[in-house]
């Protein structure tokens, strides 16, 4: 609760001891309170008028004071401070910023708040659980007649950036827009999946940052850093979730069973949170497809001798993350020989193997924006497949740049194709 308001009473009292005694700390004596309580008191009867400049306004504080001759002053008066501040419900301090004198002494500040990361979070599950009943159902797609049992495809997404901006003029390294990033991804699982072995089971591992920022403002949520972006916030929502249910499609014509990771990142938390809920309301009704709907930052899968971990690589890298993948799913290591773990964030490939499994992170398909065009990377996804009993059994790496000429060959005329 707010600190009650000092009566006038008290800060009188303070202002006739200080007054009558000329010293702050005998005057703290008789009235038998401590230095700083009765400091804090005088200040304000100071600020009431109560120490010779009266009267003052209600509502008003003494601001400054210029003697004209002995008997006479001006009194300047400024509106009174409010209530002691106190931290919405909901609400974190994001900062705090201070005005302060030639002498370092705080004169006004102001407190920055947000709404807690965990609060926004619930509030949009809650949501989200809320419309479930209501949501259209997908309906069941056939399986397909020949799968090999022991195999798990991989198709590993990273760094997608949907809704991201980059102008190859200026980077260097390709155009990229809303349209292109959707035409590609899709373009890129429909080239992969017809190179990839039958596997009876598949995994749609979409590390995270699939959309490039997470609210109305093309801004980072932690940090507010200034992102270059395409398009409006609902046009690059509405592209994803055309994406997921294309690609997601496609999986069950090729795969008996999919697992759906949505891996929490730092350009997307929030999005990553209702593309995960929305896709597991969508297909509740098709029992081939498990979305893993884990909150939490690190996720694992299980394949007979194999676990596969995910992460996106923005809290833990290739040379540390290994050690806490472990910690989280200590029994699903130790029921396992064969383990991996794959990350993506810094849209460049990397393996190591460690003491404990192999770590590797991935490149991304999109193109760099104007502050990724200060490293250089190439850009490709990896469709990786895992035999249950003895670890990865073979691998297809698309490029960008391949994908994006077989489309372009797919809808050239016959004869141009043929003159090529």
């Not at 797609?141 to 991201?164: C, F, K, M, R, W």
């Not at 069950?252 to 997307?268: F, P, S, T, W």
């Not at 924006?369 to 497949?385: E, F, P």
């Amino acid at each position: 609760m707010p600190t009650p308001r000092l009566s006038d009473e008290l800060a009188q009292e303070a202002a006739d001891a200080f007054i009558s005694l000329g010293s702050k700390t005998a005057a703290a004596l008789l009235l038998r309170i401590s230095r700083t309580t009765f400091n804090d008191r005088l200040k304000i009867a100071a600020e009431r008028g109560m120490c010779g400049t009266k009267p003052v306004l209600p509502g008003f504080a003494i601001k400054s004071i210029a003697s004209k001759t002995e008997d006479g002053a001006w009194v300047k008066q400024v509106k009174a401070h409010g209530e002691v501040f106190e931290l919405p419900a909901g609400q974190i301090v994001k900062g705090v910023s201070a005005l302060v004198d030639g002498q370092g002494r705080e004169v006004a500040k102001w407190i920055k708040t947000a709404a807690a990361a965990d609060q926004q979070l619930a509030a949009m599950r809650a949501a989200v659980e809320a419309f479930k009943e209501e949501l259209p159902r997908a309906e069941p797609v056939a399986t397909p007649s020949h799968t090999e049992a022991d195999l798990l495809n991989q198709y590993t997404i990273t760094d997608h950036h949907l809704g991201a901006l980059a102008w190859n003029e200026e980077t260097r390294g390709g155009d990229y827009d809303l349209r292109i990033g959707e035409q590609l991804i899709i373009d890129w699982f429909a080239a992969a999946i017809a190179q990839s072995p039958p596997a009876k089971r598949a995994v749609f591992a979409q590390l995270g940052d699939f959309l490039h920022y997470d609210s109305f403002k093309s801004i980072t949520p932690e940090h507010g850093h200034l992102l270059d972006s395409d398009s409006r916030y609902p046009k690059m929502v509405r592209a994803a979730i055309r994406i997921v249910r294309k690609v997601v499609r496609m999986l069950l014509e090729k795969h008996e069973q999919l697992d759906v990771i949505m891996c929490d990142a730092n350009h997307d938390p929030a999005g990553e949170v209702w593309l995960r809920e929305m896709m597991a309301a969508f297909y509740d009704e098709e029992p081939r497809i498990k979305v893993d709907t884990n909150p939490g930052t690190y996720s694992v899968i299980e394949h007979g001798d194999v676990s596969l971990f995910y992460h996106h690589g923005h809290r833990r890298g290739v040379k540390n993350v290994d050690s806490i993948l472990v910690g989280k799913f200590r029994k699903v290591y130790g029921r396992t020989s064969l383990s991996y773990a794959h990350t993506g964030h810094k849209h460049s490939d990397e393996l190591k193997t460690t003491d404990l499994m192999k770590v590797e992170q991935h490149e991304t398909l999109a193109a760099p924006d104007a502050y990724g065009s200060n490293w250089l990377s190439g850009r490709s996804a990896k469709v990786i497949t895992y035999h249950k009993n003895f670890g990865e059994d073979g691998r297809v790496i698309l490029s960008a740049a391949r994908v994006m000429r077989l489309a372009a060959n797919d809808n050239e005329p016959v004869e141009q194709r043929r003159a090529a």
